[in-house]
């Protein structure tokens, strides 16, 4: 399987050891799915929904990315290779939280015990990504409340939020 299909603005990274990094992070989170199950993955067990994982997180990847290029016009520092790297995996650790049970998804005996933030920013240590990645994805949720989000890291925060309550509000 192309990641760079799944996730199209992994092009947008321009350093490309963190690239390759990104690529492989996300090749081992999917290793125990196939190619079609990977797409019927929906993107929350919290409310019914057909929209997947994938989409979800291109949709999250592209209000970050443009949300970072208007305020780095607007002289905020934000690094866009961290930004578009940890929003592509700011949800990698569903692939471990989650497992299908017949032609449902549930949550695995793993996600009981280990929330996908910080089975994601497990992920990404084994991979060496920096820690500017690691901090998007260990912060994107709740467990963010209790460390400090850096500028990436609240973009790609709200804008995971921005999508998850207006699929909720449907
Ligand atoms: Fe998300």
């Known amino acids: ?10 092009e947008k ?9 990104v690529e492989k992070a996300i090749k081992y989170a999917l290793k125990e799915w196939n190619e079609k199950e990977i797409k019927d993955i929906p993107f929350t ?4 929904t057909d929209i997947n994982l994938i989409d979800h997180t291109n949709t999250v990847t592209e209000l970050s990315y443009n949300a970072g290029k ?6 905020f520092r934000i690094n866009m290779d961290y930004l578009v790297a940890g929003a592509i995996l700011h949800d990698i650790g569903k692939f471990l939280e989650f497992e299908k049970r017949g ?6 005996s793993f996600g009981k015990l280990v929330r996908h933030p ?3 920013a497990g992920i990404a240590m084994m ?3 920096p820690m500017g990645v690691i901090n998007i994805i260990a912060a994107h949720s709740k467990e963010g409340d209790f ?14 939020f921005i999508h998850f309550e207006n699929v909720k509000a449907l």
């Not at 460390?147 to 995971?160: M, N, S």
């Open 1 to 10: 399987m192309k990641i760079k299909e799944l996730f199209p603005y992994i």
């Open 13 to 21: 990274i321009s350093d490309k050891d963190l690239e390759d990094k």
């Open 45 to 48: 067990l919290l409310t019914e």
């Open 70 to 75: 208007v305020m780095k016009e607007r002289g």
């Open 103 to 108: 032609d449902k998804t549930v949550k695995s």
């Open 118 to 120: 910080v089975s994601g």
């Open 127 to 129: 991979f060496d990504l």
């Open 147 to 160: 460390v400090k989000r850096t500028p990436e890291a609240i973009i790609v925060h709200h804008c995971d």
